[in-house]
């Protein structure tokens, strides 16, 4: 059972404009969330993360996005650049820190100049 | 600071053969993940390590996966033997203990033919 969903397969956004790429959960108890970004033929890079006592959090020209009762949380990134092309994993955790995390599935984004 | 360094980056195998997977964290990191990653999913994990002690490995098949982390820095993983559903990418993460994202590495995209 997929405990964090990322229904968006893919998403295309031009040069300049904003990306919104979304994430839903299903358990209560998760604390923490993070997402992640992977380029081709690497390992997911750490993106940013927000905790459940926070509603956003922000870093450059990303911002998270958490609500709580609707379980759900989403990725904000303004202004969108070619190098954000990747596929975007959002995560979560059931306590503070790193261990067992649940992935999504991913998002594959494509910013077009 | 060098990252979370794997190996080897690709391995081609015939179904039934064994095969290893290398990894060696980033120093001073306590925690250390191994998880799988299939086509079009995101990392699910197999087995998390605190120093030398493997703390949960409820997901990792144990009739024929195994892995160690002798001294509580490398690690290896190893599937024997190998059937055609091992084809996946192994990711090795590593974080300090109690932190709060995890640091991945590059992967081993594993072929069983």
């Known amino acids: 059972d997929q405990q964090v969903k990322q229904n968006s397969p893919s998403l295309s956004v031009q040069e300049g404009r904003i990306s919104i790429l979304n994430c839903d959960y299903t358990?209560?108890?998760?604390?923490?969330f993070l997402w992640y970004k992977k380029y081709p033929a690497e390992g997911p890079t750490f993106l940013i993360s927000i905790s459940s006592i926070k509603d956003k959090n922000e870093d450059g020209r990303f911002t998270v996005f958490l609500n709580k009762s609707a379980k759900h949380l989403s990725l904000h990134i303004v202004p969108s650049q070619p190098g954000d092309s990747a596929v975007y994993f959002c995560a979560a955790s059931p306590q503070t820190g790193a261990n067992n995390l649940f992935f999504g599935t991913g998002t594959r984004l494509t910013v077009i100049p | 600071e060098a990252g979370v360094v794997q190996s080897p980056r690709y391995k081609i195998i015939e179904k039934k053969q064994p095969v290893a997977f290398w990894c060696n964290p980033i120093?001073?990191?306590?925690?250390l993940y191994w998880y799988l990653q299939n086509l079009g999913q995101g990392p699910e994990l197999l087995i998390r390590?605190?120093?030398?002690?493997?703390?949960?490995d409820s997901q990792l098949p144990k009739d024929r996966f195994s892995a160690e982390r002798l001294k509580g820095v490398d690690s290896t993983l190893k599937i024997q033997p190998a059937e055609l559903g091992d084809s996946a990418v192994y990711l090795c993460a590593s974080s300090p203990s109690g932190g709060i994202e995890a640091f991945f590495g590059q992967g081993t995209r594993l072929t069983v033919v």
């Open positions: 390590y605190e120093n030398e002690e493997a703390v949960d």
């Open positions: 120093s001073g990191h306590n925690t």
């Open positions: 358990n209560s108890m998760f604390d923490y």
